[in-house]
């Protein structure tokens, strides 16, 4: 096997750059054996460390036209490639870095990075041999079998895997071109007007800060927000079709393959379906609207002095998505008629009943981690006989644990909130 390459040096690492076809990678790439640890159990360990993810890296191969991978780095050992170097002269200026790696044919090469995406070729090889003339690029090293060279490669090897970086949710927001939540929420982001500008903070964090007077609620929460409103939108879509194709996966392997544009626009559509009445039909939402940006338009909606309204914070505003859809799926009506209804509920979060349950009065922060209360209150507030028994005996409990409410029922609470009419 002979391969062109550039040879380079990076710390105290000789390596060199090439590419192999997946029919090479299924051929001459070994597993991780006894590269890296003479003990078997150690041996076992590393190999258990092979999970199943490979088969989401073979359907990505067989399903992705468009697929691209990071480069595999590889360990030679037992037979020393050969370096053919080849002198290059460009403008007067020499090259000395480029040439051929001849590789003896009894050479040893196991992956010190990318076990996972090698067993996905070699699985994807099996049932469709036609990938083989795919190329990815490599990076070869040396490696030596002593102890020495064994605990180079193993410092290499967590390194490798311990620094890697997984990919953060704005960057899937802002660049995924197959996950179709992350596809939708940009076209809004550029053409739905309550999410336009400022009106959504951009920020790597969930929360926003009440020093801002701007938005109604971060890029992440709005893109949760979406995720469930997909959830639904595929639930219903079943209903009208008994045979989607796509409809079959699981709701994550849906979000890896770009759906079709008719099937993107049929989901922007429901988007839209559920914003456009939310803007319109919530009067806080339709004051915040109408506030010219460049006035603050959330300080009356967000602060420390009453914590403002529900919907202007991301754990308000998620369940209260979750809710309206749940209502539509237990009373097959649509988010028009769901958000009059819910337009008479009071949303102020220094009242009953989200003081103490949203809001520390005292203290005047926000309290975390009450999303499934929030989503049981405003299906209650909604329509008490929308809730099972064992519902409604949640939302009791869990109630009562926040405020140290004891009544029988939660409608002794909340009979007498404030409905629309004190906005």
Request: charged letters at 30%.
């Amino acid at each position: 096997m002979k391969l062109p390459a550039i040879r380079a040096n990076i710390g105290n690492w000789i390596y060199y750059i090439t590419t192999l076809t997946f029919s090479q990678v299924d051929e001459h790439v070994e597993k991780i054996d006894d590269q890296l640890h003479k003990s078997e159990g150690l041996r076992d360990l590393i190999q258990r460390s092979i999970t199943v993810n490979y088969v989401k890296i073979k359907e990505y191969i067989q399903n992705q036209p468009e697929m691209f991978f990071n480069s595999l780095v590889l360990g030679v050992y037992d037979g020393t490639p050969k370096w053919i170097e080849v002198e290059l002269n460009l403008e007067d200026e020499d090259f000395f870095n480029l040439g051929f790696l001849d590789f003896p044919g009894n050479e040893k090469i196991f992956p010190i990075d990318g076990q996972h995406r090698v067993e996905g070729i070699k699985a994807a090889l099996k049932e469709d041999s036609s990938l083989g003339q795919n190329k990815i690029g490599a990076i070869f090293i040396g490696h030596s079998k002593d102890k020495e060279g064994m605990e180079k490669s193993r410092r290499l090897f967590t390194t490798l895997n311990r620094y890697a970086k997984p990919v953060t949710m704005d960057d899937i927001i802002a660049l995924d071109e197959d996950d179709s939540i992350a596809i939708n929420t940009r076209s809004l982001l550029e053409n739905f007007d309550l999410f336009a500008g400022k009106r959504v903070t951009k920020s790597k964090n969930k929360a926003i800060a009440d020093r801002d007077k701007d938005s109604l609620t971060s890029i992440i929460t709005l893109y949760q927000c979406n995720s469930d409103l997909l959830k639904s939108f595929r639930i219903e879509r079943k209903k009208n079709d008994p045979n989607p194709k796509r409809d079959k996966k699981s709701f994550i392997d849906y979000l890896k393959f770009r759906p079709d544009e008719i099937e993107i626009s049929l989901f922007e559509e429901y988007l839209k379906e559920f914003w456009t009445p939310f803007k319109n039909g919530i009067s806080e939402i339709s004051a915040f609207t109408l506030v010219p940006e460049s006035t603050e338009p959330a300080k009356n909606f967000r602060n420390r002095e009453n914590g403002g309204c529900l919907l202007f914070r991301p754990v308000g505003l998620l369940p209260f998505v979750q809710a309206a859809i749940e209502i539509r799926k237990r009373r097959a009506i649509n988010f028009e008629q769901i958000f009059i209804k819910l337009n008479n509920l009071n949303y102020n979060l220094d009242e009953i009943p989200w003081r103490n349950i949203l809001w520390n009065l005292e203290e005047k922060t926000m309290i975390m981690g009450t999303q499934s209360i929030v989503k049981l209150l405003l299906l209650y507030m909604y329509d008490p006989d929308i809730l099972s028994s064992n519902e409604l005996n949640s939302l009791n409990k869990k109630y009562a644990d926040r405020t140290g409410f004891k009544g029988d029922s939660i409608l002794t609470v909340l009979e007498n909130i404030p409905t629309l009419s004190s906005k």
